[in-house]
C-alpha cells in the first residue's frame, strides 16, 4: 500500500470513529436519484437527477438556485451538469431579477 492510500486510509477511520462524519459529504449535501432524468442534449443517456437535501440561508440568501439538476452518467460525454430553468428558483424581486434574467438569457445564447 503507498504512504498516499495509507494516510487516506487512517484519516478515514478516523472520520468514522468519530461518529461517521466525512468531511466530503459534509460539503456536499446532495441526493441522488438513479439515472431516470431527462436524456442528455449531447449523447441522449438517461441522467441522474440531483437536488437539495434541505434549503439553507445560504440558499435563500442567493439570487437564484436549482431545486434540482442533472448530471450526464456517460463517462464519455463532454456535458457533465444540466439545469433546466423549470428548477430555477429566484429568491431576487423587482430589478435586480430582471437584470439577472438579462445577464442569463445572454449567457446562454453564447
Not at 463517462?75 to 431579477?97: L, Q, S, Y
Request: net charge positive; hydrophobic share 35%; aromatic share 10%.
Amino acid at each position: 500500500m503507498s504512504r498516499l492510500n495509507w494516510r487516506r486510509v487512517q484519516w478515514e477511520t478516523k472520520m468514522r470513529a468519530r461518529g461517521g462524519v466525512d468531511a466530503r459529504n459534509i460539503r456536499h449535501r446532495k441526493k441522488a436519484h438513479r439515472p431516470t432524468g431527462d436524456p442528455c442534449p449531447d449523447c441522449g443517456h438517461a441522467m441522474q437527477i440531483r437536488e437539495h437535501r434541505q434549503i439553507t440561508a445560504k440558499l435563500k440568501g442567493q439570487a437564484f438556485y436549482y431545486r434540482r439538476w442533472f448530471l450526464c452518467t456517460n463517462i464519455n460525454c463532454k456535458t457533465t451538469t444540466v439545469m433546466p430553468e423549470r428548477f430555477r428558483i429566484w429568491n431576487a424581486t423587482g430589478e435586480r431579477r430582471a437584470k439577472l434574467e438579462r445577464w442569463l438569457s445572454k449567457k446562454v445564447a453564447a
